[in-house]
């Protein structure tokens, strides 16, 4: 591997701080503002988001499949500073595993990105196991990528999965 010149390692430390500062003099209340001004046409209030889940299941000790599914969420929309949280439920089967997997909880993110945990059963041919799941979603208008990790209690064949996908979904207001 070739050698980077002196010149450059000198002032990675300098470039390095300059963003940092930068970072830190850019406030998320000032990028919020000016986010919830340029997304005016997104209105404020409830939503009941309906989505189609597609995606890759990764095992250990099974194969890699893939995940079809379903997701039904309920989250409130506050754009003054762009936060939303609400509550979600989905559906998979892993085709990897040959499974069918339930989860919910709590999600909540701020512009773009987010997070989700929520309570795991997944269906094995010996019974129910039961257990948490952990995710980050990144969304734009109607699509939605994530990447989740699951931990199942007492499954001793396998008692981990992660899950990359997309899903599809279609908000649809609620008036309360």
Not at 45 to 67: R, S, T
Not at 135 to 147: E, I, K, Q, W
Request: one cysteine or more; hydrophobic letters at 45%.
């Amino acid at each position: 591997m070739k050698e980077m010149p002196s010149k450059t390692r000198q002032s990675l430390p300098l470039a390095s701080g300059l963003l940092l500062a930068a970072l830190l003099c850019a406030s998320p209340a000032r990028a919020a503002k000016g986010a919830a001004q340029d997304l005016d046409f997104v209105p404020e209030g409830f939503f009941v988001p309906v989505g189609v889940n597609v995606g890759l299941a990764l095992h250990d000790e099974y194969d890699n499949g893939w995940l079809l599914g379903g997701e039904l969420s309920f989250v409130y929309l506050e754009t003054a500073r762009m936060l939303w949280f609400g509550g979600y439920a989905d559906g998979l089967y892993d085709n990897g595993s040959g499974t069918y997997r339930f989860c919910a909880g709590p999600e909540f993110g701020f512009m773009f990105g987010g997070v989700e945990v929520g309570y795991l059963a997944e269906r094995y041919a010996d019974g129910w196991h039961h257990g948490v799941r952990a995710g980050l979603v990144a969304t734009v208008a109607f699509l939605s990528l994530y990447g989740r990790f699951g931990f199942l209690f007492g499954n001793p064949e396998e008692p981990t999965v992660g899950e990359l996908g997309i899903l599809a979904k279609f908000p649809l207001p609620l008036e309360i």
